[in-house]
């Protein structure tokens, strides 16, 4: 008897480390990368997307109350926000009953008083949106509203919807973490609403939520999905870009890697990042000196032979930088002193201590500054 057996293998999915942290100025932007490892032998398929998961400001603000409804074609509508602190805003719903599939429009108009001109400063388009009632959602979007000017935030449809309103009472506006609800406003019939708009009091509030944006944005600079050939990698670099009105603080993103690893589908990437309003000073160089410890990746990865990893001391420490094999030897110590404040820049050239090349391979790099530690992998290509 004659057997034939079929021997197959799994594609292997693994990531650089699972926690970046950085520190930038408001108004200024990073570019960072992480690798996917394909340590199998089979083609991995794989897809990254970015989710912020927790900042400053971020948050969403329902207003809901459906008590009152009417209905009608081609209508405009929304709320009047008085802004007290300058808010990054993401994206908004609007509560429509429709029966059949609509055009949609949503919008946001800024004016410089509680009434009077409005000029229209964002748009989704047209979007085809229903049938059903609750909550219909813009696209998300990215603009700041600033302190102390008024914005007009609703929706537009032409054809026959049913919307709703609270029926408020006006002069006791509804809070908001950013300012509060001035009155609800009835733009005309018109579709789409004028550019720019003459708005008047009313004392309608219309039901709608408002998605305050945390401030900061990251996306990924390559694409989003592909494959990997068995024993192979690819880099995935991100942009995160600070606008100058973001508020100060923690910013977590989730770098999210999906693959065709059967045992390990998913790594989920902690992406923090700083944002202050300056460094804590300069050196005698008039360079920055960083408000936090930090270690970056590696840059370029993979390498050959040459690579370089940049740090930040917000302080006088001493450090210690030293490269390890897969297995957890020491190679090589690239640094081993006291170094001042400031963001500092190391490189390796694949060579272990006695200044003999390296083989080709996973490499841990580690750094230490006081109770600071911190690691990145890279990998050696040759």
């Known amino acids: 008897m004659t057997v034939d057996i079929l021997v197959t293998s799994r594609p292997w999915m693994g990531v650089d480390q699972e926690n970046y942290d950085f520190t930038i100025l408001a108004g200024d932007s990073i570019n960072g990368s992480f690798n996917i490892y394909n340590w199998g032998k089979a083609a991995l398929s794989y897809n990254a997307s970015v989710l912020i998961v927790s900042g400053p400001g971020g948050s ?141 009091s009313s004392i309608v509030v219309y039901p709608q939520a408002i998605t305050t944006g945390a401030g900061v944005q990251v996306s990924m600079l390559t694409p989003l999905a592909g494959s990997i050939p068995d024993s192979s990698s690819t880099v995935q670099q991100w942009h995160a870009l600070s606008t100058g009105a973001s508020p100060l603080g923690e910013y977590h993103f989730n770098l999210r890697t999906t693959g065709s690893d059967p045992l390990v589908p998913v790594h989920n990437l902690d992406l923090q990042i700083n944002v202050v309003s300056s460094f804590v000073g300069v050196d005698d160089a008039g360079r920055f000196i960083p408000t936090a410890f930090a270690l970056r990746p590696n840059e370029p990865n993979p390498f050959n032979p040459m690579t370089k990893v940049s740090f930040d001391l917000p302080r006088e420490s001493r450090v210690s930088i030293a490269v390890f094999d897969a297995a957890g030897r020491k190679v090589t110590t690239l640094v081993d002193r006291s170094m001042p404040a400031g963001r500092h820049e190391v490189p390796w050239a694949g060579l272990d ?18 109770s600071f530690s911190d690691r990145v992998k890279m990998l050696l290509v040759k």
Do not use: C
């Not at 009417?70 to 007290?84: E, I, K, L, M, P």
């Not at 805003?89 to 599939?101: N, R, V």
């Not at 201590?353 to 006081?370: D, H, I, K, N, P």
């Open 60 to 200: 969403r603000e329902e207003v809901l109350n459906t008590t009152n409804t009417f209905s009608g074609a081609a209508r405009s509508r929304g709320n009047v926000y008085s802004v007290s602190t300058t808010t990054p805003l993401s994206k908004q719903e609007f509560y429509l009953g429709l029966s059949a599939p609509t055009d949609v429009e949503f919008f946001v108009y800024e004016g410089n008083t509680v009434t009077g001109s409005f000029t229209k400063i964002y748009t989704s388009g047209t979007q085809v949106l229903g049938p059903g009632t609750g909550f219909f959602s813009s696209p998300s979007f990215s603009l700041t509203m600033v302190a102390g000017k008024f914005y007009y935030i609703g929706a537009a449809w032409n054809q026959s919807a049913t919307y709703y309103n609270d029926n408020g009472t006006f002069g006791v506006p509804e809070p908001t973490s950013f300012g509060a609800i001035q009155y609800g406003v009835t733009l005309g019939t018109g579709y789409p609403a004028a550019t720019p708009a003459t708005l008047s």
């Open 353 to 370: 201590g006695g200044g003999r090349s390296v083989a080709s391979g996973v490499y841990l790099l580690r750094m230490e500054a006081g």
